[in-house]
């Protein structure tokens, strides 16, 4: 089957052109989406049956490239169009086509009677595309090819809803705005590649994996390499400074959100360190960057989302915070850690936003948490799977947000620093403090929307994607049980990763030991922490609002910071925005390209087409006149003939 | 003396011609039988074309010299990997024209002379199949008189306007001329050397001995013959006159076919007279007799300066064509001025691509034409609105003719580019690329009337039958493929590169 996993690609690319050429003479929304769903479907099928048969290989031939063609072979520049599978980006690929089959299915009900219907679904299929693309491509220009197509996906589908109204501004400026950052990551992104090629003269994953291994190479190189890289990760995984483009991502609909803005696409940045972790490795100054901006952006995306009103808004920067843990753990080494953290994460997060679209589907666009109240009545499918999600974000033992969380945790301290886990603790409290008022604003206490609205479950084809992505936020954790408790050895996930991240890990060299004893204290401390967090924030939030009201009030400063986002989008505006636009408007338009620009182009567009007059002018269509030139032609060259003689 | 077993054997090697030479004696007798329904007539045609293809990708490998005299090695008819490339493009051209023929309303009116116009046509292709394996300058000299006399006969097929007319009788004056000075170009060099076969010209210029100012005297008037044949300037003024004259399928195949083997002529003609050896890089020598390589480069720079900018004011849309074909013949003369083998494969390359994008513009102005009799710029206002399929496809034409990705126009510039730079010829690419940022004016132009224009009262919807149609996206998705995935071509090219010589 891994000799077919380009099939896993085609599929959703089928999918896509069906649905794009056809889809709006198609009009039954069934058909549409059953083909739209299936190519995904099909795509997980093929996607399961490589894994089984990776599996069934022995541990040194997991790593195997499937090659379709040479796709450029120019001036000395060899690029083969092919895929790698192994254990890493196996597991992505699981990730992808599972959840995304899900929201595909979800879908169908959610996007029920949408007049772009059949262009949702193909766009969602193009976004597999690009997605397999990006996380199979066995070297960076296949890499970035499904880089920037998942980019277009994610400004075509934030962008869906073109004609409406989005918080401020509308909608498309909203996409425009996830266009427009994720391009400055994009071009750290390509200084990254050129530099990769300069110093290893190969873009190929494992040419260049094996080179940056063995060759001597100066760490200021692989400082440049790994910093540029980072930067293009901090665009498309929303990271400090390039964050502020995923929480006005959520204009798009709320699968999107579920599946690119949540589950796939904001991960990518985190594949693509993990990828290339040997890099990375041999850079150890940026790796304390990532892990300190990883660290940074979990905490205070954490705190903004303590405030936000809008449901779908605390989810985005409970997103930002999540890929915030990831970078942690991709910082201090833990690479595997921070894909395990991926796929929890998936599941959980991309339940969390379905569940919320279900919500939103219920109270007839109402995003408001502070109109909510009492839906576990009414919708008790999506309470339940909506509660267990939080549960497991929040890190509660047991679900398998706590596996990953925990390990993650636990490697800030172990192969990081005591600042690192606390700060990390801290940010797990706030997660399942917000995470809790989010619940308990929406699910428990007095119903606070009028009378006209009816609320309701939403149909089976919305509530078994639920079903299922709860169960597998319950039991994806077992997967990677810490070694603590399942022996030495006994980290399933850890071990299936370890060939890929091996030599990344061997170059660090880190860790004196560290006791048991300390590993299960902090994780106590956490676990307890977070337990009361949650019972606080229920407490709060269902029986004493007053609280949470004179909270807010008597730290009214702190409380404005946080509900406008620390006035980052604010900061921009008048740093870099405004400025830019000011010396575009009165020094690039008004003297650089009115005068200069315009002169120059105008003055040259001018002269060549007087020249072309006068040369027009020689055609005059007399058959003697061609024969003269031609005569004085020759005589030209005659004499040029001799000449040189 | 030829003896007989030698032709005997030669005879082998020109398979695809005889079958070519048979399918027009078929046409003929088929025009007489069938007085009155001449509808099968295209269809033998396409039957005679695709055996005759079938005989060329049959001898795909082979490399030999037919037609030889006396015990020597070398004939006057070369059969190589090269030649083959240039008949699979010819062939290919010549079946896309015979499609294109039964969509042109001109060829429809004259639909009861249609025998003619395909054995004419065939007589074309044949004289061109020729002209890529001659190595002699007799059969040289045939080749191109059987391509010529034929083209003067098919631009003034139509005998429906004054323009029609007039074009075919300035081809005509115009060619003769320039047969003429080929002819005593050849004549001279017979008496210098004695011979008219190729190689044995190499043998005695490498040899010495021989008066080179008459030689290059000679080696100019040789030139000009060609050159007017792929419309080099100062040898191309007939170009646009007779492409505006030209029924458009015909213009279609001057544009293509023609120049093509023309340029292999001019190749084959260069490589094996005038190159000493080929070193291990593929560069190759010349002997150091005449300047080729100075000689191509201004005529190069001089052709494609004069195509675009004259193209530059035309609102004529088959004219601009002309002018544009004018321009890409500079294009790939640079090609051949680089005298290596990565410049013959980007030589190669271009051809094919142009072969595709050329035809596929020319058609779409051809089912234009039919239907607002016309192919003036200003009545494509809106049209790419009225009709979507076409305004689609001609844009995407006109985008890859400019060469920008991700069009395979863009990977044809892409790799005459790198064998100029490779080359080190920087100043030379470097003027190249203006004359491209020059001809994306005109062909955007086109596009701007298409699209950014109003619909206005001259504009009618033209909306294709489905044979049209699916001509028209045969034409279109290979543009797009080769623009993504372009490897084929090149390994197909890289397979060809062979030029027999000594």
């Known amino acids: 089957m891994i000799d077919y996993i380009y099939l896993t690609i085609l599929f959703p690319l089928a999918g896509f052109l069906i649905n794009g050429l056809f889809g709006s003479k198609i009009k039954n929304e069934k058909i549409i989406g059953i083909i739209g769903s299936s190519a995904v479907g099909l795509s997980f099928l093929f996607t399961i049956l490589s894994f089984i048969q990776l599996l069934n290989l022995p541990i040194d031939e997991r790593t195997r490239v499937v090659e379709l063609f040479t796709w450029l072979n120019v001036a000395g520049l060899n690029i083969k169009f092919a895929y790698l ?12 086509t599972g959840v995304g089959f899900l929201i595909h299915v979800y879908s169908i009900g959610y996007m029920h009677g949408d007049k772009g219907f059949w262009r949702f679904f193909a766009y969602l299929n193009l976004f597999i595309f690009a997605m397999m693309n990006l996380i199979l491509g066995d070297n960076f220009l296949v890499l970035f090819l499904g880089w920037e197509g998942v980019g277009l996906c994610s400004y075509l589908l934030i962008g869906f809803y073109y004609d409406r109204k989005f918080e401020k501004g509308t909608v498309p400026e909203a996409a425009k705005k996830a266009f427009i950052v994720n391009r400055i990551g994009d071009f750290g992104f390509l200084l990254g590649m050129f530099l990769i090629y300069q110093t290893f003269d190969s873009l190929n994953f494992l040419e260049v994996f094996s080179k940056a291994e063995y060759f001597p190479i100066s760490e200021t190189t692989f400082s440049f390499i790994a910093l540029f890289l980072f930067i293009g990760a901090t665009g498309k995984s929303a990271q400090i400074p390039l964050y502020v483009w995923l929480p006005d991502a959520m204009a798009g609909p709320t699968p999107v959100s579920a599946l690119i803005h949540a589950a796939t696409m904001v991960t990518a940045g985190v594949y693509m360190v993990a990828r290339a972790s040997i890099i990375f490795a041999s850079a150890p100054a940026i790796m304390t960057l990532v892990a300190v901006i990883g660290l940074l952006t979990a905490f205070f995306a954490a705190t903004i989302g303590l405030v936000q009103t809008d449901i779908k808004k605390v989810l985005a920067y409970s997103t930002v915070s999540q890929l915030g843990y990831m970078f942690l753990a991709a910082g201090v080494g833990a690479f595997g850690a921070a894909i395990f953290h991926v796929m929890t994460h998936a599941f959980f997060k991309a339940l969390l936003f379905l569940g919320a679209g279900s919500v939103i589907h219920a109270m007839h666009e109402q995003q408001d948490i502070r109109n909510y109240g009492n839906l576990k009545k009414y919708m008790p499918v999506t309470y339940l799977t909506f509660i267990i999600a939080a549960f497991a974000i929040a890190g509660v033992p047991g679900l398998s947000g706590f596996f990953s969380k925990d390990e993650i945790l636990w490697y800030s301290y172990s192969k990081g620093n005591l600042t690192f886990w606390i700060i990390g603790a801290l940010t797990a409290v706030i997660t399942a403090f917000y995470m809790f008022r989010l619940v308990s604003l929406t699910f428990f206490g007095k119903e606070r929307f009028g009378k006209d609205v009816h609320p309701h479950e939403s149909p089976k084809v919305m509530t078994i994607p639920l079903i ?15 070694e603590i408790f399942s022996g030495e050895g006994g980290n399933a996930l850890k071990n299936w990763f370890k060939p890929i991240f091996a030599p990344a890990e061997a170059k660090l060299r880190t860790f004196g030991s560290h006791s048991h004893f300390e590993e299960l204290l902090l994780m106590g401390i956490s676990v307890a922490a977070a337990l009361s967090a949650i019972y606080f924030a229920y407490v709060v939030y269902t029986r004493k609002k007053e609280i949470a009201d004179k909270t807010a009030s008597s730290v009214k400063g702190l409380y ?42 105008n003055g040259s567009a001018k002269l060549i087409y007087y020249i072309s007059i006068i040369i027009r002018k020689m055609q005059t269509g007399v058959a003697q006149f061609y024969a003269l030139i031609m005569m004085i032609g020759i005589s030209v060259a005659l004499f040029w003939l001799i000449l040189t003689l | 003396m030829m003896d007989l077993s030698n032709i005997f054997n030669s005879i082998s090697f020109v398979i695809p011609e005889i079958a070519l030479s048979i399918t027009i004696v078929l046409t003929v007798l088929f025009d007489l039988i069938f007085d009155k329904d001449k509808k099968i007539i295209p269809y033998i045609v396409l039957v005679g074309l695709l055996v005759t293809g079938y005989f060329v990708f049959a001898q795909m490998d082979f490399a030999n010299f037919g037609f030889t005299v006396g015990d020597e090695k070398y004939g006057m008819f070369t059969l190589d990997g090269f030649s083959n490339y240039f008949k699979i493009i010819i062939l290919v051209t ?23 116009y395909y054995a004419l046509l065939l ?37 429906l306007s004054e323009r029609n007319a007039e074009a075919s009788l300035k081809y005509l004056i115009y060619g003769s ?16 050397t004695g011979t008219t076969n190729l190689y044995e010209l190499n043998t005695l210029l490498q040899a010495g001995s021989i008066n080179l100012t008459t030689l290059g005297f000679s080696l100019i008037l040789i030139f000009v013959g060609i050159g007017y044949k792929i419309s080099a300037a100062p040898f191309h003024f007939w170009t646009p006159d007779v492409y505006e004259g030209a029924p458009i399928s015909i213009t279609a195949y001057l544009s293509v076919a023609s120049k093509a083997a023309g340029f292999a002529l001019l190749i084959r003609f260069i490589k094996t007279s005038f190159v000493s050896y080929t070193d291990a890089s593929g560069n190759w020598h010349l002997l150091g007799i005449f300047d080729w390589q100075t000689l191509l480069i201004i005529i190069a720079i001089l052709t494609m300066t004069l195509g675009n900018f004259s193209a530059l004011s035309q609102s004529n849309l088959k004219r601009m064509l002309a002018y544009s074909s004018i321009a890409h013949a500079g294009y790939l003369l640079l090609g051949l001025a680089v005298l290596s083998d990565q410049g013959l494969l980007a030589v190669l390359i271009y051809f094919f691509i142009y072969m595709i994008m050329n035809l596929g513009a020319f058609f779409i102005v051809n089912l234009i034409a039919n239907k607002i009799n016309s192919e003036d710029i200003h009545d494509y206002d809106g049209i790419g609105y009225t009709s979507p399929l076409l305004g689609v496809s001609l844009a995407i034409f006109l985008v890859s003719l400019t060469g920008l990705p991700p069009t395979a126009g863009f990977i044809a510039k892409l790799y005459l580019f790198i064998a100029l730079v490779d080359a080190n010829m920087i100043t030379v690419a470097v003027i190249a690329l203006l004359n491209t ?62 030029i027999l010589t000594k």
Request: hydrophobic fraction near 50%; charge should be neutral.
């Open chain 1, 85 to 96: 599978v192994d254990q890493l980006s196996i597991v992505m690929s699981l990730i992808v």
């Open chain 1, 468 to 482: 299922v992505l709860a169960f597998l936020s319950i039991v994806g954790g077992y997967v990677g049980i810490p």
């Open chain 1, 560 to 601: 404005n910071t946080l509900l406008n986002k620390y006035y980052v989008d604010e900061i921009y505006e008048s740093s870099v925005i405004k400025p830019i636009l000011i010396i575009s408007e009165k020094v690039l338009w008004k003297v650089t390209d009115n005068k200069l620009i315009d002169g120059i182009v």
């Open chain 2, 94 to 116: 010549t079946i896309i024209i015979i499609f294109f023929s039964s969509h042109s309303n001109e060829i429809i009116k004259t639909f009861d002379r249609s025998g003619e």
């Open chain 2, 123 to 159: 007589g074309m292709a044949l004289g061109m199949m020729f002209m890529v394996s001659a190595s002699d300058l007799i059969l040289i000299y045939l080749s191109v008189e059987l391509l010529s006399l034929s083209s003067y006969v098919l631009t003034g097929f139509t005998k």
């Open chain 2, 177 to 192: 001329v320039s047969s003429g000075l080929m002819l005593f170009g050849i004549s001279i060099v017979y008496g210098l």
């Open chain 2, 437 to 498: 940022v020059v001809s994306l004016y005109y062909y955007v132009r086109v596009l701007k009337h298409m699209y950014l224009n109003k619909a206005n009262e001259s504009t009618q919807a033209v909306i294709p039958t489905l044979q049209p149609r699916i001509i028209v996206l045969a034409l279109v998705i290979p543009v797009l493929l080769f623009g993504i995935y372009f490897t084929p071509i090149v390994s197909f090219a890289q397979n060809c590169l062979n």
